[in-house]
């Protein structure tokens, strides 16, 4: 069988490479490069916490100046309409991601939140002054005791029909808000989560507008602020804690989109299920997720840009019968940490790219004109882009935690000074894999989303619990194909099996095998959680099944990523650069069979034989890929002002070559 | 076939476990525990530079008055002649890991290079006032440009003979001393390495005793010295760069044990080879790479037992058809991160009270009376000792950092706050991968020890490089069992082979599947080697068998830590401790087993079916282990003044407590 790759000799215009990796939203990308340069928006590291704060809340002034935070809000409003530029601003905050995350809480979760859960009059009253960060504000939703599982905060918002208002409490320290962005120092005003009580009936979690500080900053009355001090990194976000002792706020300040109180204290909403209600708020979410998978793929791409430069020059050992020292991304175990790390965020940049782009059609809102049919496809697609946004997070997250660790490694102890940026870069991604939805409990709606859209085919939709979703029988699992869906019919068509006689950089076999592997792990999932009962039977049949879940909904998102990048390859019109993504793309699709070839083996998918292939052909599309390391990172237009680390820039080079001429002279 | 774990139903007394756990040296331990507490070493954080300095600094100080420092030197200078003693206290200062650093640098690196490179004279001028922190020093060391590749080291050292003076220089920028402890404030002394030059001939790398500051803290004349600044973690480690323009020191400042120049400039050595003189001083490294280790595992054990006792109380999510919250630790998920991660730091615990007991017990010197035979086997085993210490400092280092990585995952967005401790656990270890040997690099030299020790049966030792070990042909490899032989030798006799019939949890079927993978990866990886010729095509073939090489070091570290561990289980007085450890021992190698699943199944050493089973047994033995967990990590015996998270506390109990109770009431 062969395994060597196709040969690669080619020439790429960078710029045809960039102009494909900037994608539909290339003209916010070279704005945010133009407008936020300078020493305010430059890495920086060793600030103390009261430093950076204030760093931060000084580059939020010159970003809200720049107008660009006004991209995601309506038009109405003073807004832009555009959210895919908007989460596209986010991403290329990479410099500072405390930056990123602060903005992030003020445009994308306050601000977002009172545009979704809101009616007309919180976007009058608050939406100009929240793009503008007149008005800072936090998004408090989670407790000290409740991050994941939101749906059973304690914090409580008992409605007074005499007052009009609303009692906010905190009834014990478990439901304090905590971890909240902003609320430290900065924020003004809360969007607090809390169980709506109206007539001694609950109706779930709601959103509410809670004043917490006056203009001059004081903490309201009956609001206490603690200071969650010290993080991981971000150190330029002011986290906090908020508790509520009895604040009343007036009947209006609640975000009444899904849910109100009239005067008399009568319930009503639009949507009956309070579990479904509730789900509905909390699709508000998504943007913050794609934002944070966003930013994960920037910071990546920021750390192997260092790395791989770093790698590119610095030199280490001598070859045997050479007086020459061996640049180090000329071992194949330096090509290896970093070449498949390089392809994968190629891959995720891709998927990352059709997901905004969704997020940004499915903003739209749909003809009234529309019939059944039209509004129930939209429903699906919106819930389809729900999971993929969690999924990609997920995936996107652990990459970045991964990889930005594997950089700093590769560079070894350079990459533990923070003036190499590394250190900055793995202490502020460290809790986007937890934040925005802990990565575990994503990939557990992902499989849960999956699940349920297969028994869409078959049944009528239960919700009440993932256990149940497949408590009935369904004949096989649909693969829904998700980008570029005639070509990949096409591919996959056209490909031999999955047997042996196929290359292995047969693209239409890799998209088989990506399908199979995903549909048969889908299929074992379903058989095993269709043995559920009730009970405690029902959570031992599901907690032994979890690892399951969690490797199903792991394929499925490998999968979209392969077929975002078959898309992408598409789209490319330089031969020369589609050639080179072509084999940037088998090492992606390789390296991931080699993850995973323990499955592929076992489940009969790779003969001995075939698997050892796939490793050789891994080792063959490293050396292959090599000589291109540098101008894949540089494809990634990191800008130059946040590329500040001394071996990412010419002073390592600079060192090398001062070394060997002095040698020479020796 | 029966996957099902054995029952486990066991009463331990924490006191044995503790017992086998602490050891040889467990008198140490104790002693570390109840002098070094009280606020001067409770962990802190958010500390700047300085301060921390300063902070590391005094419990420099306190720790030096303490005497625990004199532990590791020779009686006859007032030390006390107890290298595993010395170990272990470095081990045990892992509530601030700046002062294990900080003390690593001086005791173990300077003091150690003093006592191991120099003679009697340097003896006794410094051992004294190094052991009592008078004379804080530096191990000059790595280059900006050389940081593993120390053999080419670019400082010079050049004799001139009408002053009995060596010139200390730095020719280019790439030859400061960079990354060196103690240097950017502290030092006074520095060991420098450099190449001694004399009669403009080369006679490689050697230690010199240069001064850098003056008492009064001034840098000396000739010296320049720069402050590595921020780094990721360890800033209380002032590290900094030595840069030497023709620094004058006489010529008894050579540490010259190995190789010495007469007032004529005459150069002498006891070891003719260059490159022999060379690994033989860098012998001296030996101790700081076991100490590395030690401190990997206890800052690892350290982080688990935060992330353990958290998801003991810590619930989330209810159960389907329950009001009551799931606790953390009961998901198979949040098992499935956490012990199979506990099961290995134990394994690695026992492997690494082994390597500390050979480290000691070979700084004994031999009787000079004894024969050739016993003197080539000391020799022998001190190249073992070697190998050995390179190995498990690179597994234990990169266990340490993915287990604290997944510790503070486990933890949500509580273990991204730094008075959860998790932060600067990550930090301040993630520079262990990296120095004191780049673990890379390391696993190399392990491969190539295991390659040269096998010739050693079939003829004479070559060492002009790595490729060339294996030139020539060798028939088959030879296990060397490391603990226990006997024991060992009897378990793999009475096992069944590794064929289907024994069962998973048959220990006699563990070592030898370990120990085939062992013989297989590495003959596999000779033959390969084998076919190298000269030059380019000798780098070629290196090359392409990096991966392999690093493999191959893996798999043979994975089996002598399983060894260590049936050795432990062999002296564990306790019955029901032993059958608790017996089961931790199962997890640990049945996951590891998963973890390389691809390749058993690749090499038939396990069929689908006995893969899938050995999944089953990881799951079922997580089952099992899950109400021992806490009891486990207690068994680490961390210092109760080193545990302050609140989510480790009874903090995080009490608001379970009160949050439950007030549910109960609502």
Redesign the interface.
């Given at each position: 069988m062969a395994t060597a790759a196709p040969d690669l000799d080619v020439t790429v215009d960078p710029n045809s490479l960039r102009s494909l990796v900037d994608g539909r939203w290339a003209h916010i990308r070279t704005q945010v490069r133009e407008q936020l340069r300078g020493p305010l928006f430059a890495p920086t590291?060793?600030l103390?916490?009261e430093e950076h704060r204030n760093r931060v809340y000084d580059q939020m002034l010159a970003l809200a100046a720049s107008g660009l935070p006004r991209l995601g809000f309506p038009k109405e409003y003073g807004g832009g309409g555009d959210i895919g530029g908007s989460v596209t601003t986010l991403e290329m905050l990479s410099g500072d991601l405390s930056l990123m995350v602060k903005a992030g809480v003020q445009f994308g979760l306050f601000g977002g939140a009172i545009q979704a859960l809101g009616t007309e009059r919180h976007h009058e009253t608050y939406l100009k002054q929240v793009m503008d960060f007149e008005l800072p504000g936090c998004f408090a939703m989670?407790e000290?005791?409740?991050?994941?599982?939101v749906q059973?905060l304690?914090t409580t918002a008992t409605y007074d029909p005499a007052a009009e208002q609303f009692v906010i409490h905190t009834?014990?320290?478990?439901?304090q808000k905590?971890?909240i962005g902003n609320a430290a120092r900065d924020g003004r005003v809360a969007v607090v989560f809390a169980q709506l009580i109206t007539g001694r009936e609950g109706h779930g979690v709601h959103a509410f507008l809670v004043p917490i500080r006056d203009a001059a900053g004081r903490a309201r009355h009956g609001v206490t602020i603690g200071d969650?001090?010290?993080?991981?990194?971000l150190a330029g976000v002011d986290n906090g804690r908020l508790t509520f002792n009895q604040v009343r706020i007036p009947r209006e300040n609640l975000l009444n989109r899904y849910g109100d109180v009239a005067r008399d204290g009568t319930y009503s909403s639009p949507i009956e299920s309070q579990s479904r209600r509730f789900f509905t708020m909390l699709g508000t979410l998504i943007r913050g997720r794609v934002c944070v998978a966003a930013t994960a793929g920037s910071a990546t791409q920021l750390a192997l840009s260092i790395a791989v430069r770093y790698a590119d020059v610095r030199r280490?050992?001598?070859?045997?019968?050479?007086d020459d020292?061996?640049v180090l991304l000329?071992?194949?175990?330096h090509q290896?940490r970093l070449l498949p790390a390089l392809a994968t965020s190629y891959a995720l940049r891709f998927a990352q790219e059709e997901l905004v782009g969704r997020l940004h059609d499915l903003a739209e809102p749909l003809d009234p004109s529309a019939d059944e049919a039209a509004q129930q496809r939209r429903e699906r697609d919106q819930r389809e882009l729900e999971y993929r946004a969690a999924g990609l997070k997920a995936v996107a997250t652990w990459h970045a935690?991964k990889t930005i660790?594997t950089c700093?490694?590769a560079c070894?102890?350079a990459?533990?000074?923070?003036?190499n940026q590394?250190?900055q870069l793995?202490?502020d991604t460290?809790?986007f894999?937890?934040?925005e939805g802990?990565?575990?409990v994503l990939l557990q709606l992902v499989a849960k989303g999956l699940l349920t859209s297969y028994r869409d085919h078959f049944g009528s939709l239960d919700t009440l619990?993932l256990?149940?979703f497949v408590a009935e029988s369904f004949v096989g699992a649909v693969i829904e194909r998700t980008a570029a869906r005639e070509l990949i019919r096409r591919l996959v068509d056209a490909a031999p099996g999955t047997d042996e006689e196929a290359g292995l950089y047969d693209r239409g076999w890799q998209l088989a095998l990506f399908e199979d592997r995903e549909k048969h792990v889908l299929e074992g999932l379903a058989r095993r959680l269709r043995r559920a009962g009730?009970?405690?039977e029902?959570?031992a049949v599901?907690?032994?099944a979890?690892?399951h879940l969690?490797y199903a909904a792991q394929v499925h998102v490998d999968r979209i990523v392969l077929e975002a990048f078959v898309a992408a390859l598409d789209r490319c019109p330089d031969d020369d650069c589609t050639e080179l993504l072509e084999r940037v793309c088998d090492l992606f699709v390789l390296s991931n069979v080699?993850r995973d070839?323990?499955w592929f083996?076992?489940?009969?998918r790779l003969t001995?034989a075939r698997?050892?292939a796939v490793?050789s052909a891994v080792?063959d599309l490293c050396r292959r890929l090599r000589p291109y390391a540098s101008l894949l990172v540089d494809g990634f237009g990191i800008p130059d002002a946040y590329l500040t680390a001394p071996i990412a820039t010419g002073i390592e080079a600079e060192?090398?070559k001062?070394?060997r001429e002095?040698d020479r002279h020796?």
């Open positions: 590291h060793g103390g916490i989670t000290t005791g409740h991050g994941s599982d059973l304690r009834p014990h320290q478990a439901a905590d971890y969650c001090g010290g993080k991981a990194g280490q050992f001598s070859a045997p019968d050479s020292e061996v000329d071992y194949l175990a290896r935690t660790q700093r490694e070894g102890g990459g533990y000074l923070a003036e590394l250190p793995k202490a460290d809790v894999t937890t934040f802990d990565n575990t619990g256990v149940r009730t009970g405690d029902a959570f599901f907690n032994a979890q690892d969690l080699e070839v323990g083996l076992q489940h009969g001995p698997a050892k490793t080792n060192r090398q001062t070394m002095y020796a």
